[in-house]
């Protein structure tokens, strides 16, 4: 973990700030070109991703001596969703890979992709979906493994799995065939015996490299297991995967008050009749930031009023991203609903923030059952 380290000191030597700004400057510079073609399922930002990464993006939030801090990391997401909210989602694919490798307790796994994840030199996500569904009582696991000599033999199919292609990772879970216990390992998607298809088109986010993986008798080696069993490494990194998400909404929020704003001048005379103002979503922004970075700066707490915050936050922070884009679309008027606008790819990107995993209705159900 020596190396983990070192990324964790060389990256508290600056300012959270510095990091978040270099990503903004990187995503206005070489992403925001692209957002329509990412948006449309033209374009996979591979080499952008791998330029945020270079200057930190997915290496801020590696645990250091005990601690982690998980600010820097959503507020670069943040930078990167004021620009394209489909990015913003690879950025906390990609971030959760790295999460998942720098909390699990096989060194060697830690040791072999730590560095390569957090710089960015090898790209992934996380499919988790079908598994947080799982533990809530929504669904039941997807894969099944059996152990044999040296690691497990894993089969069965997850439906969407994004950030992905033909050399990533990604982090996921199965249940064991001989009991009732879980396993959450690192896929190889190089691996022939699996296989990534495809998904048919999305409304929005086509770009994100979202397949479904057919897992085909796989033999995964004890040294891609993240957590044997998986139970109490799900409930270590947990908060870690929900308040990671904060970045994306925060990022669709700016850019939507920054269209409101940007049709002022034109159209304010009869925007003003509308009930929510662009004043009304800063002070929003604001608040939810705010409780974000708070919570954030502890992702290891195990109290449970503090559980119940982070799914509370992402709740909200789901709703606001649709209120927003809602309010932004309004604003535009008809300008908004040409496809060349970017007020329609906000609503949509918006959608997929208040439906990715933990979705709406399930955050509500956590809630309740909490």
């Known amino acids: 973990m020596e190396s983990l380290a070192l990324s964790r000191a060389e990256v508290l030597d600056q300012p959270a700030p510095s990091i978040a700004g270099e990503v903004a400057r990187i995503a206005r510079e070489d992403l925001a070109s692209l957002a329509p073609g990412i948006d449309d399922g033209s374009v996979y930002p591979a080499e952008v991703l791998r330029k ?4 930190g993006a997915w290496g801020s939030h590696v645990p ?3 601690p982690a801090d998980l600010r820097c990391a959503i507020q670069a997401m943040a930078a990167i969703g004021e620009v394209c909210g489909a990015t913003a989602f690879m950025a906390w694919c990609q971030n959760t890979l790295v999460w998942y490798a720098a909390n699990s307790t096989n060194l060697k796994l830690a040791k072999r992709f730590g560095d390569a994840f957090s710089t960015g030199r090898v790209l992934g996500g996380t499919g988790l979906s079908n598994p947080m569904k799982s533990f809530f009582g929504i669904e039941k696991l997807k894969l099944k493994g059996k152990k044999v000599e040296g690691g497990y033999i894993v089969r069965g199919a997850l439906p969407w799995v994004s950030n ?3 050399d990533h990772y990604f982090g996921t879970i199965f249940e064991r065939e001989e009991d009732e216990g879980t396993v959450m390992f690192l896929a190889d998607c190089s691996d022939p015996a699996i296989t990534l298809t495809p998904c048919k088109p999305f409304m929005a986010m086509d770009g994100t490299g979202t397949y479904g993986v057919q897992f085909r008798d796989v033999f995964v080696p004890d040294e891609l297991v993240l957590a044997d069993p998986a139970a ?11 308040l990671l998400q904060a970045g994306m909404a925060l990022g669709v929020i700016r850019d939507c008050i920054n269209i409101m704003d940007e049709v002022g001048s034109p159209l304010g005379h009869i925007n003003r009749y509308l009930p929510q103002q662009p004043v009304h979503f800063r002070d929003l922004a604001a608040e939810l930031e705010a409780e974000t970075m708070a ?5 290891y707490n195990e109290d449970e009023t503090y559980w119940r915050k982070v799914i509370a936050l992402r709740l909200r922070a789901g709703e606001a991203s649709v209120a927003a884009a809602h309010a932004a679309m309004l604003h535009c008027g008809a300008r908004g609903y040409l496809r060349s606008h970017r007020a329609q790819r906000r609503l ?3 959608y997929f923030v208040a439906i990715v995993t933990p979705a709406t209705k399930q955050l509500r159900k956590m ?4």
């Open 52 to 55: 945020f990464g270079a200057v």
């Open 64 to 66: 250091h001596e005990g």
């Open 164 to 166: 992905l292609g033909p």
């Open 295 to 299: 919570l954030a700066r502890d992702p």
């Open 367 to 370: 809630l309740a059952d909490y």
């Open 232 to 242: 109490p490494f799900v409930k270590k990194i947990r908060a870690g995967f929900i």
């Open 348 to 350: 949509r990107e918006a």
